[in-house]
């Protein structure tokens, strides 16, 4: 699997000064992910999650450390480098979902395309076919405010995968979902996973962990455990 | 091109924007709007005023010029002329004779204008310009005869109190009745009607400088006082085929000769050709030209404080925007590009809006004025580049700030 690591993270820290006080959100971590992996990320609250998410997806650098994508170190990348690499490589997925709310559907799914300087015909119709993988193609020329919390989400999902990225990071996407539309999204991760996409997601709900493959947990900034799941929720299903 | 669509995208999201806050919005269009149609009213204005200008000045003989005592372009205090001008010989026939000798001239005159009332059975006018001179007159000025006939050879040598009036002063003070042959008073005497004329079209004349007629140049002289500063002036025609500058040359060369100038010395007369009128006139409409620019600045600068402070909302309302756009790949330039097209859309919009209301106005000062050009197609590029460009240099200070956001703090933000 290290041969065919998308991501490896050695030695990172990140590190905030608040009021003169170091906090040491990340205080080292070594990780690696290879292609195709389905990693959930947990911790209590504080332990350092969405740091580590905002590195993983060139957001944010790190204090120190190094971070590999594709094997290309990004760790002392600058601003507009990073701007690119997030535009090919990573897909976003937010707990608040984030979509432009007075831009409709097809709008929303299109804007890594236009970062990307595609055409606008060919934006159309790769955002078209991802809404459709998505299960949104009669929904297109709605507005955010149109859409269930679910169907925002799945938005968000199909805006992540169309410069069909590297990876897809999730920062708690079903947080804000109620439990029978969570299944809904994890179930749509789970079918792109069984496509072949790497999926990164963090949560501090177990039973949504339990969907994933591996599970990395953090305690103060450090991993605290990396296990692999036995039996992934619904990975029978989709993988058949 | 990926820069053209992200300005059509730009575009299109400023107008969302305006959208989202109308009231912030229609302030700042308000104020570019503003200063938008002053620049095109107060262009239409001077642009119109100075056709008709030069309209009248080229309609005159392109082969005319003048020599007076002293030029000014405000008339001089007769008892209280500066020294400069004291010095100076007052104008006279031996002068003229000169210049008439040198041979690229066609015609010299010793014309006066005198500012006269004119008056028939009880109808008075106001002071209007009745001017001194010889047949040439029209040929110089420009105008046209309507009725009647202009002075015989013997009328002129003599002084015959004989007047060519202008039209619009037979209407006013006739009526229906035929001014031809009828003896009207001017400045108190006596003269009798021989022909019509219609001055060149220029609604700028002052008060007391409208036409009333002319008369032989003799007659002006015999009848009337008159101040032999601002008055009297030679009117002098270049031979056909002769540049206005060589006649110049000859006619000053003539005056120094006969006046007995030495060589080095000054010369004790003024000379004005067409040009000097013009760029006398081009001076005057540009100095009204900066006093409207100074006041359009004003407006403009006001929908420029309003670009900036609508931006600065903007930017601060759209930081998860922002930070989401950033998340998807935009970088700096791209943001700040995003935020410089919306601000120059904003205000573009408001010069659009000023400019068709400026063309209105300016449609409507034509005919109301009677001018003969609308507002000119310089003055709305030249509105609309403005307006575009105070939007683009307000709102680098917002723009700047939303490209240089840190995305996880942007997406963060509540
Ligand atoms: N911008 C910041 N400034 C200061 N401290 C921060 C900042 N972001 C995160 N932290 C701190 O870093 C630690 C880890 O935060 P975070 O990664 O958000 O944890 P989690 O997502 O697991 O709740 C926390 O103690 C948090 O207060
Ligand atoms: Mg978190």
């Known amino acids: 699997m290290t041969d065919q690591a998308i991501i490896r993270l050695a030695g990172i820290t990140r590190e905030y000064l608040m009021g003169g006080e170091r906090i040491r959100a990340l205080a080292g971590i070594d990780l690696e992910i290879g292609r195709n992996e389905y990693v959930a990320i947990m911790g209590p609250s504080g332990s350092g999650k969405s740091t580590m998410m905002n590195v993983l997806g060139c957001l944010d650098t790190p204090s120190s450390g190094q971070y590999w994508l594709n094997g290309h170190e990004v760790s002392r990348m600058a601003d507009d480098d990073l701007a690119r690499i997030r535009n090919r490589e990573i897909g976003f997925v937010f707990q608040t979902f984030n979509l432009l709310p007075r831009a409709s559907a097809l709008s929303n799914v299109e804007l890594p395309l236009v970062y990307a300087g595609t055409g606008a015909r060919e934006r159309r119709s790769r955002a078209e076919e991802a809404l459709a993988r998505v299960g949104l193609a009669e929904r297109m020329h709605h507005r955010p405010n149109e859409l269930s919390g679910g169907q925002r989400q799945r938005v968000a999902i199909a805006r992540a995968l169309v410069n069909r990225p590297s990876i897809l990071l999730a920062d708690e996407p079903t947080g804000n979902l109620d439990s029978a539309t969570s299944v809904e999204i994890m179930r749509v991760f789970g079918e792109l996973h069984a496509e072949g996409q790497t999926v990164v997601l963090v949560t501090h709900e177990p039973d949504i962990a339990e969907h994933a493959h591996r599970v990395v947990v953090l305690r103060d900034g450090r991993i605290d455990t990396d296990r692999r799941v036995e039996h992934p929720v619904g990975a029978a299903s989709a993988v058949a | ?414």
């Open chain 2, 1 to 414: 091109m990926p820069t053209l669509r992200a300005l059509l995208e730009g575009v299109t999201l400023a107008f969302d924007a305006m959208r989202g806050a109308k009231l912030r919005s229609a302030l700042t269009v308000l104020g570019v709007v503003i200063g938008v149609s002053t620049v095109m009213v107060m262009a239409s204005l001077v642009e119109g005023i100075k056709s008709q200008i030069f309209a009248t000045v080229e309609n005159a003989s392109p082969q005319t010029f003048y020599v007076v005592r002293f030029f000014s372009s405000v008339p001089l205090n007769p008892d209280r002329l500066p020294a400069e001008v004291r010095i100076r010989k007052v104008l006279d026939e031996r002068d003229v004779e000169a210049i008439r000798r040198a041979d690229v001239i066609r015609h010299a005159g010793l014309w006066v204008q005198i500012p006269l009332r004119m008056e028939f059975r009880g109808e008075r006018s106001q002071n209007l310009m009745v001017y001194g001179a010889d047949n040439m007159l029209l040929e110089a000025q420009g105008g046209t005869l309507l009725r009647g006939r202009f002075f015989s050879t013997a009328e002129l040598a003599a002084g015959t109190p004989v007047v060519v009036i202008e039209t619009e002063v037979a209407d006013r003070l006739f009526g229906r009745l035929d001014p031809m042959g009828e003896v009207i008073r001017i400045g108190g005497k006596s003269f009798t009607i021989i022909g019509i004329y219609q001055k060149p079209a220029n609604i700028f004349q002052p008060p007391g400088a409208e036409d009333g007629g002319i008369v032989p140049a003799r007659a002006a002289k015999e009848n009337f006082r008159y101040d032999e500063t601002n008055s009297l002036f030679i009117t002098v025609l270049a031979e056909r085929g002769i540049s206005v500058a060589e006649a110049k040359d000859a006619a000053i060369t003539a005056l120094r000769v006969s006046r007995g100038i030495r060589p080095g010395d000054p010369n004790s007369f003024d000379v004005i050709t067409q040009d000097q009128i013009l760029d006398t006139i081009d001076s005057l409409t540009s100095a009204f030209f900066l006093v409207m620019i100074a006041l359009s600045s004003v407006a403009l600068l006001v929908g420029g404080i309003g670009v900036m402070a609508i931006m600065t909302v903007s930017v601060t309302d759209r930081t998860r925007e922002i930070g989401v756009r950033k998340a998807l790949g935009a970088t700096r330039r791209e943001i700040l590009w995003q935020f410089l097209v919306e601000a120059g859309t904003l205000t573009g919009f408001g010069g659009l809006l000023g400019i068709g209301f400026g063309l209105a106005a300016g449609a409507l000062l034509k005919t109301v004025l009677g001018l003969q050009s609308g507002p000119p197609l310089w003055s709305a590029v030249v509105a609309a580049s403005a307006s575009v460009g105070i939007g683009v240099v307000f709102g680098i200070i917002p723009a700047t700030r939303a490209a240089r956001m840190d995305p996880v703090e942007a997406l963060r933000y509540e």
